[in-house]
């Protein structure tokens, strides 16, 4: 595969209003660490509001999608993660995101750990995506680096997959990591063969990321959180974005 576009990354803030939650004093802020990543040269902003707000509250939603409309017209992309309910559903209707990452996480789960189920939930993921996708909205759905879940992806008629990068995490931390990566480079070749598009996240950081990313040399968007926070409380948001995105690169 000759091709290659630019990566963009897409800072996760969960964990910023996981802190801000810790006390009842109002920081840090969420929308103002949205202005530092996105001054960095961030490219988008995620969310994952869950239905106890521990970390992302739905007001949190509303407020960054003012921010963005207001301070970047369409320039700064939002994506809202999490699992299709009808309570999720309804906030997505009324913010209009550019993106939306479906995930099949249980609400007791402490982060999203694996992908959809496409022979189990084909019947209720195909109408859903069928409705944002009417209303202007990109879907994403979350995967496991399978091909046969990439084909499921594409049978719901996704606009992109978001690949879960925790098993290859696993790996280059062991040292062990050729082979799993290999599998996600066929993933990817599969999606863009069948006309989707390949979003990446989940424990993703500085060490790993560069050997991805030359490795799906058409990998739309990441989405970090986790990481790029932790790198944060050492070198601050604007460093650690810049350190990111040198990553991509």
């Not at 809202?80 to 309910?85: A, K, M, S, V």
């Not at 999720?88 to 007791?108: A, G, K, R």
């Not at 598009?197 to 490795?215: I, K, M, S, T, Y």
Request: a negative charge.
């Amino acid at each position: 595969m000759n091709q290659r576009v630019d990566t963009k990354l897409s800072v996760n803030l969960n964990k910023v209003a996981l802190l801000r939650n810790q006390r009842d004093v109002g920081y840090p802020s969420v929308t103002g660490a949205a202005r530092l990543v996105i001054e960095a040269g961030a490219h988008g902003i995620t969310v994952h509001p869950r239905p106890d707000e521990r970390h992302i509250r739905r007001s949190d939603v509303f407020d960054l999608a003012d921010v963005l409309a207001s301070e970047h017209g369409s320039g700064i992309e939002l994506n809202i993660e999490g699992n299709p309910t009808d309570e999720l559903l309804q906030l997505v209707f009324e913010v209009l995101p550019t993106q939306v990452t479906l995930v099949p996480d249980s609400p007791e789960q402490r982060t999203s750990d694996h992908g959809w189920d496409f022979g189990r939930y084909r019947g209720f993921l195909q109408p859903i995506v069928g409705q944002l996708r009417q209303a202007g909205i990109r879907v994403s759905v979350f995967v496991d680096p399978d091909v046969d879940a990439v084909r499921g992806a594409a049978a719901v008629e996704a606009d992109r997959i978001e690949l879960y990068t925790e098993p290859y995490a696993a790996a280059h931390t062991a040292g062990e990591y050729a082979d799993v990566l290999a599998e996600y480079a066929r993933c990817a070749d599969e999606a863009v063969r069948r006309g989707l598009g390949v979003n990446a996240g989940h424990d993703l950081n500085l060490e790993n990321l560069p050997e991805f990313r030359a490795a799906i040399p058409l990998l739309a968007e990441v989405s970090i959180g986790h990481a790029i926070t932790a790198d944060a409380l050492e070198m601050g948001f604007p460093a650690a974005v810049r350190a990111y995105l040198d990553a991509l690169r």
